[in-house]
């Protein structure tokens, strides 16, 4: 059952472009004035859409904060393969290209940044999840990029090496967003890759 055609839309349509206009307006309230200060209300206003509609697209904040969120890190994986794709056949090229890769695209818009690095811990326990599948997912293309080149690798083991440079470039892009004067780019990428090179050296 479909359900009635309405302006040329059916209900799955509908439906479908009520929650696209939710998450286009999530995307940026939660960045600005962030997840705390954004009620459901200011949500629907932006998007144009009734309480009752919100309730049938999301069972609250938090899952439309998921929504946004695993959309962010989906998109910005594909960005990272896409530079390693490209990218010379070394461990440095690779590593250069993949964290470029990461960092341009992320803080290309401040609204993923603000929201992959500081709203979604905001978020709370809600996000714990879905923040472990993002770590998991950039933890797998680091440890299967580096177990390509066996005789740069290092004694200690892969996985927490992968997760403790996981964790720095996002104390790095954390600063990015919340400094008054934010690095440079460019800064914060040579940064990472020098964090990267002596993790990785054996």
């Given at each position: 059952?479909?359900?009635?055609?309405?302006?040329?839309?059916?209900?799955?349509?509908?439906?479908?472009?009520?929650?696209?206009?939710?998450?286009?307006?999530?995307?940026?309230?939660?960045?600005?004035?962030?997840?705390?200060?954004?009620?459901?209300?200011?949500?629907?206003?932006?998007?144009?859409?009734?309480?009752?509609?919100?309730?049938?697209?999301?069972?609250?904040?938090e899952?439309?904060?998921?929504?946004?969120?695993?959309?962010?890190?989906?998109?910005?994986?594909?960005?990272?393969?896409?530079?390693?794709?490209?990218?010379?056949?070394?461990?440095?090229?690779?590593?250069?290209?993949?964290?470029?890769?990461?960092?341009?695209?992320?803080?290309?818009?401040?609204?993923?940044?603000?929201?992959?690095?500081?709203?979604?811990?905001?978020?709370?326990?809600?996000?714990?999840?879905?923040?472990?599948?993002?770590?998991?997912?950039?933890?797998?293309?680091?440890?299967?990029?580096a177990?390509?080149?066996?005789?740069?690798?290092?004694?200690?083991?892969?996985?927490?090496?992968?997760?403790?440079?996981?964790?720095?470039?996002?104390?790095?892009?954390?600063?990015?967003?919340?400094?008054?004067?934010?690095?440079?780019v460019d800064?914060?990428?040579?940064?990472?890759?020098?964090?990267?090179?002596?993790?990785?050296?054996?």
């Open positions: 059952m479909t359900g009635r055609a309405y302006r040329g839309m059916s209900a799955e349509q509908r439906l479908a472009d009520r929650r696209e206009r939710l998450m286009m307006a999530a995307y940026t309230l939660f960045a600005s004035p962030g997840f705390p200060a954004t009620t459901i209300e200011r949500l629907c206003t932006a998007a144009r859409v009734s309480n009752r509609a919100f309730y049938e697209c999301f069972s609250g904040r899952a439309l904060m998921q929504a946004v969120y695993d959309r962010c890190v989906d998109e910005t994986l594909q960005a990272v393969a896409a530079a390693l794709a490209t990218a010379p056949n070394s461990l440095d090229g690779r590593i250069e290209a993949g964290i470029a890769g990461y960092v341009t695209f992320v803080t290309k818009d401040p609204r993923r940044a603000h929201i992959m690095h500081v709203e979604v811990r905001r978020a709370g326990d809600c996000l714990t999840t879905a923040r472990q599948r993002a770590v998991r997912g950039f933890s797998t293309m680091i440890e299967e990029t177990s390509a080149f066996p005789d740069r690798m290092p004694a200690e083991n892969t996985h927490l090496l992968a997760l403790g440079v996981i964790g720095a470039l996002q104390e790095l892009l954390i600063e990015w967003v919340l400094s008054d004067v934010p690095p440079p800064q914060v990428i040579s940064t990472a890759v020098h964090i990267f090179r002596r993790s990785f050296t054996p």
